[in-house]
């Protein structure tokens, strides 16, 4: 059973950074994508950013490009959110995601973390 295990995220003010961290178990093939979702209060949730695991190409949407940075460490079955330069329209709940390819479709991804809250304050 895959398991995905977020830490980070917390109170940060306005142009600060947060680091968020999922770590993965259970996965027993190399073709997968890891995602980064987020929900912010009485809104759907959203695709962040992407990456294929297989070759560490990413996708990221407009509204983080340039500020937040996805990555992994295939050694430590991790995927990273780097965020820099935090607004407080980021302020969301934030969610790892596993699943077979790299696409924003929600209903595509398999497993889920438990979600972490980031909040930016103005």
């Known amino acids: 059973q895959v398991q995905l295990v977020q830490s980070g995220g917390g109170l940060v003010q306005a142009g600060g950074s947060l680091r968020l961290s999922c770590a993965a178990s259970?996965?027993?093939?190399?073709?997968?994508?890891m995602a980064w979702f987020r929900q912010a209060p009485g809104k759907e949730r959203e695709f962040v950013a992407g990456?294929?695991?297989?070759?560490?190409?990413?996708y990221l949407v407009d509204s983080v490009k340039g500020r937040f940075t996805i990555s992994r460490d295939s050694a430590k079955n991790t995927v990273y959110l780097q965020m820099n330069s935090l607004k407080p329209e980021d302020t969301a709940v934030y969610y790892c995601?596993?699943?077979?390819?790299?696409?924003?479709?929600?209903?595509?991804?398999?497993?889920w973390g438990q979600g972490t809250q980031v909040t930016v304050s103005s």
């Open positions: 995601a596993q699943g077979p390819a790299l696409t924003t479709l929600e209903t595509r991804y398999n497993f």
């Open positions: 259970g996965l027993s093939y190399s073709s997968y994508t």
């Open positions: 990456i294929r695991w297989s070759d560490g190409s990413t």
